[in-house]
């Protein structure tokens, strides 16, 4: 859950939780944000980006990004549903939501 107001200019909310399951054992992961400083408890817990298949971006892509406890079992769970992909780092997954979304999941963010 994030609280506050967005930053400015694409940076992240002043604090933000998002806790979520590993894939793959159901573990709990945790990525939090104060001031745009990122944590993840786990601290190597990876997301892994991949696709299912030729298509749309939400019915191939979305259904398949998650957050894991680490980058083994990203790699284990890419196995197990066959699926094209790589995992990035706490840093990477940051720096490619910023690029992906910028400021459209904030509150200010005209809507069209």
């Known amino acids: 859950m994030c609280r506050g107001r967005p930053g400015h200019g694409g940076h992240a909310w002043p604090r933000c939780r998002h806790p979520s399951l590993d894939a793959l054992t159901g573990e709990e992961v945790t990525a939090v944000s104060r001031s745009g400083h990122w944590t993840w408890q786990p601290a190597d817990a990876v997301v892994f980006v991949g696709s299912s298949g030729q298509g749309r971006l939400t019915e191939t892509c979305c259904p398949v990004i998650n957050l894991l406890t680490t980058s083994d ?11 094209d992909g790589f995992v990035l780092t706490l840093s990477e997954a940051v720096e490619a939501g910023t690029l992906a979304f910028g400021d459209l999941l904030h509150p200010s963010a005209p809507t069209t």
């Open 73 to 83: 079992h990203a790699l284990a769970y890419q196995r197990k549903h066959g699926l």
